[in-house]
């Protein structure tokens, strides 16, 4: 390795009587892509927090050094001034603003003491063409979708022309297309002798564009390796503290009989448009996962909260559970008899993040819990303390905020509030998505004990192996239609694709 331009030393923090990093130490060098892997709570946002100044010099123990000098940041633009760049997870964009204004914010043009917004339009669509984007800069944010949004922090972040780039879950939201312009850019940015810390749970990112791998858990470092001397396997060991065999632990078992099945399904948005589910038709059995896959807007979201009565007027078909036919349009009918959703976007339409553990985990289930109109406190903290301790979630107590626990552990509670609603029939849409392999591997277990217990599923997942490894059948999506169907014996990642595209649908056995 060249001589680091960013070096890290026996950093150690504490949050009171939690300690988050134990005596890390980290090199990045020069034109490096240096990937920082880890499960939820593993410390990597620590660390990068106190790379960017956000915790401050004095606030931890060890020290920090650029180009071999010591540093001390008392603040982000401390880090900023060292040439640091940081985009976090949270996007810091402002959304009643233009993309121009987001762009060059504290550094607009100016001409006889006024905003030269010619020369700021110019200079923005400079900057969004570096990530690939063609918008307006005159646009509002807020008008953006999310992947767009994630598209501008970046482009904000080198507007600054930093020598040292932290990219953090940067393609959670992003779509295939934004995250192969995504990684050339930083390949690109490489070559121009940037070095960039890369924070991902998409293994197959991390060893498509980094040069070495640093893991953490439980706040130390586990190892640095040369990713093109790695493997995935070794990685997750070490993110995990034990060997994995098999990273998709589905077990083959018998099909039930018929729990969901539906017939000639259209619907559509509202009544004014046109029907985008179109002629679908499926049966899931108990015991059984249905993996539904598809390119992004094929409607597989939209299936899902379509059948739980949240989404969409349905123009013609049934939906049955159970032998019993379902309302159009009626949620709690739908639980009635037995149906429950984890939604895709668990922080806007699954928690209350304010609120504890126990009120999220029994919100669908109150009257379980309710006497005489109102929420029995015992029983509430029996029901979600069984839950708590079933899902392994990790939280100080029942009543801890949901917002202040790790991505994972939200996702446990997401998904401990539906089963506490006693399902029959459960739907996951991308139930591990922003979540670390640890996690992830907690989810598939719990999916084949629920299997086990005779339970059927169906799996929205933008991973194709992830469907490959954890469905029973899997059905793609296409434009809204049934663009093939495959047992899990014969599915492959081609098949899979070719029928998401149209091109070739297959038909399972």
């Not at 030393?9 to 892997?37: P, Q």
């Not at 607009?108 to 010619?118: A, E, F, I, K």
């Not at 015991?287 to 969409?312: N, Q």
Request: glycine share 10%.
């Amino acid at each position: 390795m060249s001589t680091p331009v960013l070096e890290a030393h026996a950093i150690a923090k504490r949050f009171g009587g939690v300690i988050a990093l134990r005596g890390v130490s980290f090199a990045l060098a020069a034109g490096e892509v240096h990937a920082l892997c880890g499960e939820n709570g593993a410390g990597k946002s620590t660390l990068i927090k106190l790379l960017a100044g956000i915790h401050p010099h004095g606030s931890y123990d060890g020290r920090i050094e650029v180009d071999g000098n010591e540093v001390q940041f008392h603040s982000a633009r401390d880090a900023e001034s060292a040439g640091i760049a940081v985009i976090h997870q949270e996007l810091a964009l402002f959304p009643d603003l233009t993309i121009a204004e987001n762009l060059l914010l504290g550094s607009l043009p100016t001409r006889y003491g006024l905003v030269d917004w010619n020369e700021a339009l110019t200079r923005a669509r400079t900057l969004l063409a570096d990530v690939g984007l063609t918008l307006d800069p005159a646009r509002r944010v807020g008008t953006l979708g999310i992947g767009q949004q994630q598209l501008v922090e970046i482009a904000r972040a080198l507007a600054r022309r930093p020598r040292i780039l932290v990219l953090d879950e940067p393609t959670a939201a992003l779509s295939r297309h934004e995250i192969d312009t995504l990684l050339a850019l930083v390949q690109r940015l490489r070559t121009q002798g940037v070095a960039c810390i890369y924070i991902s749970h998409k293994l197959d990112e991390v060893f498509a564009i980094a040069d070495r791998i640093t893991v953490l858990r439980d706040g130390a470092a586990q190892g640095t390796c040369i990713a093109r001397d790695t493997g995935t396997t070794a990685i997750i060991a070490l993110m995990v503290g034990r060997p994995i065999e098999d990273l998709y632990p589905r077990r083959q078992r018998k099909r039930g009989e018929p729990a969901l099945a539906v017939h000639g399904l259209d619907a559509a948005r509202d009544q004014r448009a046109a029907p985008w589910l179109r002629e679908l038709a499926f049966t899931v059995h108990a015991g059984e996962v249905l993996g539904i896959g598809g390119l992004m807007g094929a409607g597989r979201s939209e299936l899902l909260l379509h059948l739980m009565g949240l989404w969409g007027e349905r123009r013609r078909g049934t939906v049955a559970l159970g032998g019993q036919e379902l309302p159009p349009g009626d949620v709690r009918a739908a639980m009635r008899a037995g149906l429950a959703i984890v939604t895709e976007d668990r922080k806007r339409l699954g928690l209350v993040l304010d609120a504890g553990v126990a009120f999220n985990l029994t919100l669908s289930s109150l009257r379980a819990i309710a006497r005489h109109g109102f929420v029995d406190d015992a029983a509430e903290a029996t029901a979600a303390g069984a839950m708590v301790a079933d899902l392994r979630v990790k939280t100080a107590t029942l009543e801890t905020r949901v917002g202040a626990l790790s991505g994972g552990n939200q996702q446990k509670v997401v998904i401990g509030k539906a089963l506490l609603t006693k399902p029959r029939v459960l739907l996951l849409d991308e139930p591990t998505r922003g979540i670390d392999v640890g996690a992830k591997l907690e989810v598939y277990e719990l999916i084949n004990r629920l299997t086990d217990q005779g339970q059927a599923i169906v799996l929205v997942s933008s991973e194709l192996p992830e469907l490959m490894g954890m469905s029973d059948r899997i059905m793609m999506l296409h434009e809204g239609r049934i663009g093939g169907e495959f047992e899990r014996s014969v599915a492959t990642q081609q098949a899979l694709l070719s029928a998401a595209m149209g091109i070739a649908p297959g038909r399972a056995a």
